[in-house]
C-alpha cells in the first residue's frame, strides 16, 4: 500500500516527492478527508501525516466525537 507518489511504505520522503505529496494531502484534507483514512490511503503513520498537513499550514479541525459532560447539564 504505497501512496500516490509511489514511494514505497516507508521510505523518506523529501524534496518535491514531498512538495507533491503535502499539496495532494493538503487538498484532500481540507476536502474533508480525515487524518486517519489519509494515513490509510498513503500507507503513512498518523504522525507523520499530522506534521506534513502542521507543515503546510493547514488549520487542522477538532477531534469531534461526544464531549465528556456531568449528566444533567
Do not use: C, W
Not at 27 to 44: H, P
Request: no cysteine; net charge positive.
Amino acid at each position: 500500500m504505497g501512496d500516490d507518489a509511489g514511494l514505497p511504505k516507508g521510505a523518506r520522503v523529501t524534496g518535491k516527492s514531498r512538495d507533491r505529496l503535502q499539496s495532494q494531502l493538503k487538498k484532500q484534507y481540507e476536502a474533508g478527508a480525515s487524518i486517519r483514512s489519509l494515513a490509510k490511503t498513503t500507507g503513512r503513520s498518523y504522525g507523520f501525516v499530522h506534521n506534513v498537513l502542521v507543515e503546510s499550514d493547514v488549520v487542522l479541525r477538532g477531534r469531534g466525537g461526544a464531549n465528556r459532560r456531568k449528566p444533567g447539564v
